[in-house]
């Protein structure tokens, strides 16, 4: 395959080859028009691709397929916690349950779920440019990220992996007897397609604007790409040399992590928190990005306090990391830096409920609508604030000596990472769907499966935070009795979870087909991925846009309703 | 034609400064400074990468971006290591009751 | 080549182009500062803590060996620079040669780091992991020592040998005659790259060599 | 209240209450930021709700006092809440001086827990009500976590290193102990009992219970089994007697203090750190001596270093917390008088 050089001959093949085909299936407004779906066909015109739109679906399916197998991991999970004996599993088969929950969950689908996804399809679209930066590097980080995931599908089925997600020392490099080695492997590589993925977002938003598209007009959910890009470039390489480490020492059987050679299991800690804890910024700061979208777009209204949403998004992505201390408050860390990170930890709080409160108070005196996308953006609110609260708990000193490593932290971060960052994904990806697919889906089911998510969410996880602060620890296979009804309870939350997530597969690919379709822009929206023909052309935009106004401009024009 | 153009000569001289400062790390690792030998070992290879960064990397003709992207990397470094010494190196500091010092300085007495 | 063919299709002009690639570098270069950064903050840790067992291993080094990489690691860096000023200049034949040295002083490096001293380090018994032999005092610690020698220049190493399969893909590119004084991005966000693997040694010679009392 | 549908685990350690009073106040704050939230965005999604197609939004771009107001708020309750907490953390993290010690060796997968009267538990913990308790951990393998819900307490349990945690009981009992670092297999029942006894019982379970050798004379035995004392008793290498917590010179200049993690690696690693004027000669003990035998000299140790109070050997006598010295520089005043901040002493069977 001869590439040219940024993949723009290429480019040119794809065109040709469509007009060559010709004979699509022609449905008014779509399949008459050249775009970004039927410019050409074959897997190879996909697999090949160099377009940032066509690497978002390749992602999106991915993703989709890496999320549906974590979470068959984690209805295992609930269903033997029904019992206090264990319901169905071994100890040793819910451990390798959890770990590939974990990694699968967090670096298989939370961490490139918003970027790769909607980022991709966005970013160029939003700035009004013809593609990312390096449109051939994209292509690769998507391949780097499927070789990763090889890996990490290798470990688990070659006998699984059953050190947690979190590769803890020396458990990981000397005791356990999994595969630890290909499971790092995989976290490792499909960190090098983060951070390139960081890379190429940071490189277009810097250089690829659209004439007159100034920093402050960028549309909050760039801000939001860019801050976690900034996440992704300077803190995954710390965890890639930590694994890489974790691996040699595993190999060689001596490393810098050996007790037996004066080795500090807790450095570990600190190396691996360097990146994990801003890791869930990474996953949490592109929802709020969309979510600044979602709750413009049906109050018809500007955000409220545009730079301080933008400038709180670049705020969470430095102090982020300064906080990693407080996952070991009681990890054997000093005191003296057990304080200076808890403090560290309380100023991170401060602009996440920056953006909650403007947020609130962009609905005053809107015009507001309840379409599916804003449903999942109110129940992400309420969900992300309560999650966000429960981390001062953490936070605080006194309070974490006691609920540390309990299922209260569980609770917490699943309100973060499930209930808000995958809630402000399904919210973005119904927001966009029309602009992706060119298709509506059924807007009565996406609101029934936005309220069952809702429900079944906090029925799943508030228990936890309940079972918490009881003392029930996490990643326990079997547990005391005095814990079963909670315990209960949230397997049964799960299960109407479960449901909740597998409407919205049903009927997305049934609009894909059957949708009615959507036009250019059915929520009359501002922003320019709404000014171009919906899907979108390969080239995204007829010709370079030239940008005016402020983001959300609301209020200045008559907007057209689909 | 785009970016800028070094004369040959400067790259000559930087290397022959490379060159120097090289000789001159290793000979002061000679010479017992206590523990400046580290302080000069340390300044000299900044020195010296200073040099590459500005005239071979072509840092002090590039934009304002380029030094960005150097200076964050820098300064999250500086995090890190700041940060991770926060615990390393106070982790013997256990808090002892008041008495116990009174008990050390009796012993010591 | 005319200029029209040195644009990608998203870039509007040369100089977008141009800025982007090697901003992008940069950026690059700056998580491998965080990737180096991590193995570093350790090296600063223990080299506290046991600070004697580390300048003992320090000294059990050859700073010989040590000094000779560093000038044929410089050299490298002047060959690289003087292969990117080639590449603007348009002049073909001057940048085959440069980009043909560098590659030559970068095998070199890595055949004395691997062949020479490695081989021997191992044949001494210094290998942790794989030949440990040594048992005088505070053994262990050395141990540690030796480990994080054999990470860092091994690292710094795959690094090395990264760079050399760039350098050879710029080799051929350059024969079939793909830069010109509009398009060298290639060749100058490699010679960023080279410069840094130079620059990551420039900081392992002394703390892994030097700073161990040779007094 | 709240029989059936607990909120809380018992309160049964000092520190208890005040843990439980701070959850409470921030269960208070996050009680009222959700209902705020929650409810406001009620009101306005109601109130603004699109009524046609008409309805016009009215822009209102934001507002700057607000702003200050809602990033002031949050900050002045984060800051009360890091006070709070911390200087709670703080003080729960001090062990009182007459605590008495208690050694805790974490393996995969289950807990060896040795009574300075002798006495070694496995995976259960007795302990007198109202007297305080400090466990210094260590682990043979992997990091655990010796987590007490009831107590409000847990620390990790690491390899290579000790760490400790405190607590005094204030109510009989049995209260579930756990293991809070996943460690392996076997996790999830790494765990057990501490018992809470009151002082009359806890005597009779000591002497009817498999009564070992207390820490301090197996020490003793040891350090003559193992020959320590041929050079540690003749002066060819360094003496022990006042040796522990106090400051130690090297022969490389610098100075150490004796304390657990330096004895123990002085036993395991000799070279590592040679006393000034002394040489380099002891041979290592790593595989010759387990964790708790290691826990052992460190007990007898100790005791060699409380102004007279431990001989060589002597069998200790009960109750500790009169014997002083047992926690290092202990608890105990230069005529043998109990430090005033002792708890109340139980009263003997």
């Given amino acids: 395959m001869d590439f040219g050089l940024f993949g723009a001959r290429r480019r040119d093949e794809e065109r040709k080859g469509h007009y060559e085909m010709g004979t699509a299936v022609v449905e008014p407004g779509i399949e008459s028009r050249v775009h970004y779906l039927n410019a050409s066909y074959g897997i190879k015109s996909w697999l090949l691709t160099t377009d940032h739109k066509r690497i978002a679906m390749l992602y999106l399916a991915s993703i989709t397929f890496f999320f549906f197998i974590g979470g068959a991991a984690a209805v295992l999970m609930r269903l033997n916690l029904i019992s206090p004996q264990g319901a169905l599993l071994e100890p040793a088969t819910y451990n390798k349950l959890f770990s590939m929950h974990g990694i699968i969950m967090v670096f298989f689908f939370l961490i490139p779920s918003i970027p790769a996804v909607l980022g991709n399809f966005l970013v160029p679209l939003m700035i009004g440019a013809r593609d990312l930066a390096f449109p051939r590097l994209n292509l690769l980080s998507w391949y780097v990220f499927m070789v990763g995931g090889l890996f990490t599908l290798y470990a688990v089925i070659a006998g699984g992996v059953d050190t947690g997600w979190t590769f803890y020392t020396p458990l990981s490099t000397t005791y356990a007897n999994t595969q630890v080695i290909s499971a790092a492997l995989g976290v490792f590589i499909a960190g090098f397609s983060s951070i390139l993925t960081g890379l190429n977002f940071v490189v277009t938003i810097h250089k690829m604007r659209a004439p007159g598209l100034t920093w402050f007009r960028l549309p909050l959910f760039l801000w939001a790409i860019y801050a976690t890009s900034i996440i992704q470039i300077l803190g995954t390489p710390v965890l890639a040399i930590t694994l890489t480490l974790v691996a040699l020492e595993r190999v060689f059987h001596v490393g810098v992590f050996d007790p037996a050679v004066g080795g500090d299991p807790i450095l570990f800690q600190h190396l691996f928190w360097f990146y994990s804890h801003p890791a869930v910024y990474i996953m949490i700061l592109p929802s709020m990005g969309v979510i600044s979208e979602l709750v413009t777009a049906f109050s018809k209204k500007r955000i409220f306090g545009y730079s301080f949403i933008a400038f709180s998004s670049v705020a969470i992505a430095v102090i982020s990391f300064l906080v990693w201390g407080h996952h070991m408050f009681v990890a054997g860390q000093s005191i003296y830096a057990g304080i200076v990170f808890s403090v560290l930890s309380f100023l991170v709080a ?157 009927y997305m690919v049934w609009s894909m087909r059957y949708g009615p379709v959507a036009g250019p822009n059915p929520w009359g929206a501002k922003g320019l991925e709404w000014q171009t023909p919906s899907p979108p052309p390969t080239e995204n935009f007829e010709e370079t846009p030239k940008v005016t106004e402020e983001a959300y401009a609301y209020g200045t024009e008559e907007t057209q309703v689909a | 034609m ?91 500091w256990t808090p002892v009751p008041s008495s116990w010092e009174a008990q050390v300085q009796q012993q010591a007495r | 080549m005319h200029s029209s063919a040195a644009l990608a299709e998203q870039f509007d002009d040369l100089e977008q182009q141009h800025e982007s690639s090697s901003f992008g570098m940069w950026v690059f270069l700056a998580t491998e500062v965080m990737f180096f950064g991590g193995l570093f903050t350790a090296y600063i840790i223990y080299r506290n803590f046991y600070l004697s067992a580390f300048e003992a291993g320090s000294r059990l080094l050859d700073v010989k060996i040590g000094a000779a990489n560093t000038a044929v690691l410089l050299c490298s860096s002047l060959t690289m620079a003087l292969g990117v000023r080639a590449a603007q200049l348009g002049k073909k034949k001057l940048l085959i040669t440069f980009l043909v040295l560098t590659l030559l002083l970068g095998l070199a490096f890595i055949g004395i780091k691997l062949g020479l001293e490695w081989r021997h380090d191992y044949l001494e018994g210094f290998a942790p992991g794989v030949n440990w032999t040594f048992h005088g005092p505070d053994s262990r610690h050395l141990e540690l020592f030796f480990c994080f020698y054999f990470f860092l220049t091994g690292i710094h190493a795959l690094h090395m040998v990264i760079g050399a399969g760039i350098l050879t893909v710029l080799i051929i590119m350059a024969g079939r005659g793909r830069f010109s004084p509009q398009r060298y991005n290639p060749v100058e966000v490699s010679g960023l790259y080279w410069h840094f693997v130079d620059i990551v040694w420039i900081f392992l010679y002394p703390l892994l060599y030097l700073i161990g009392g040779r007094y | 209240m709240w029989q059936g549908f607990p909120i809380r685990p018992e309160q049964a350690s000092t520190i208890a209450r005040g843990v439980d009073h701070l959850y409470y106040f921030l269960t208070a704050v996050d009680l009222f930021f959700t209902a705020l939230i929650f409810l406001t965005i009620f009101y306005l999604a109601i109130k603004y709700r699109r009524r046609s197609a008409e309805t016009k939004a009215t822009q209102v771009e934001g507002n700057l006092p607000l702003e200050v107001i809602w990033t002031i708020i949050p900050l002045g309750i984060c800051a009360v809440t890091f006070l709070w907490g911390s200087s709670l953390f703080i003080r729960n993290s001090r062990p009182p001086e007459a605590a008495t010690e208690i050694f805790v060796v974490g393996k995969q997968w289950m807990w060896k827990l040795q009574h300075p009267e002798g006495p070694m538990e ?48 204030t109510r009989t009992g049995r209260y579930h102990f756990f293991c809070n670092q996943y460690c392996g297999t076997n996790h999830a029942v790494m765990g057990g009992y501490v018992i809470v006894m009151s002082p009359d019982d806890y005597e009779q379970w000591l002497s009817g219970g498999i009564r070992g050798e207390s820490m301090v004379s197996a020490g003793a035995k040891l350090y003559e089994q193992l020959a320590c004392i041929t050079c540690h008793g003749t002066g060819k290498g360094p003496p022990f007697v006042n040796l522990f917590s106090s400051q130690v010179k090297l022969t490389d200049g610098t100075t150490v203090t004796a304390d657990e993690a330096y004895i123990r690696e002085s036993i395991l690693y000799p070279s590592a750190k040679i006393v000034a004027g002394y040489q380099p000669l002891m041979p290592t003990y790593k595989g010759q001596v387990t964790e708790e035998q290691i826990l052992q000299l460190l007990a007898y140790i100790k005791s060699l270093s409380s102004g007279g109070a431990g001989q060589p050997g002597k069998p200790t006598s009960y109750p500790p917390s009169l014997e002083g010295g047992r926690q290092g520089a202990g608890n105990q005043t230069v005529g043998g008088q109990q430090s005033p901040a002792t708890v109340p002493v139980p009263k003997g069977p």
């Fill in chain 1, 350 to 506: 401060i602009p996440s409920a920056v953006k909650v409160f403007n947020w609130t108070a962009t609905l005053y005196k809107g015009s507001v609508s309840y379409q599916a996308p804003m449903l999942y953006a109110l129940g992400f609110i309420g969900l992300f604030t309560m999650g966000g609260l429960t981390g001062l708990f953490l936070a605080t000193l006194a309070v974490d000596a006691h609920v540390h490593g309990t299922y209260f932290v569980v609770g917490h971060f699943h309100y973060i990472m499930v209930g808000g960052a995958v809630m402000g994904y399904l919210g973005g990806i119904h927001y966009w769907w029309p602009k992706i697919s060119g298709r509506m889906y059924p807007d009565g089911w996406a609101r029934l499966s936005a309220a069952i998510i809702f429900i079944g969410f906090n029925l799943t996880f508030f228990p936890q935070y309940m079972l918490g602060y009881l003392g029930m620890p996490r990643r326990y296979a079997v547990y005391a009795p005095e814990f079963q009804v909670l315990n209960v309870m949230s397997s049964a939350g799960a299960s109407i979870l479960g449901v909740g997530y597998l409407i919205p597969l049903v």
């Fill in chain 2, 2 to 92: 785009v970016g800028h153009i070094v004369h040959k000569k400067l790259y000559f001289l930087v290397f022959a400064g490379l060159i120097g400062l090289t000789a001159l790390t290793t000979g002061v690792a000679f010479i017992d400074l206590g523990k400046w030998n580290t302080l000069a070992a340390l300044a000299i290879a900044v020195c010296k990468a200073s040099l590459v960064v500005l005239f071979f990397m072509h840092l002090r003709w590039s934009s304002g971006l380029m030094r960005m992207a150097l200076l964050a990397a820098f300064v999250w470094f500086a995090i890190l290591v700041a940060l991770t010494l926060s615990d390393e190196f106070t982790r013997q």
């Fill in chain 4, 122 to 169: 496995i995976n259960e913990l007795h302990v007198p009500v109202r007297r305080p308790i400090k466990l210094t951990m260590t682990s043979e393998d992997v990091i655990h976590n010796f987590y007490v819900p009831a107590f409000r307490v847990q620390k990790d349990v690491v390899p290579g290193m000790y760490t400790s945690i405190w607590f005094e009981a």
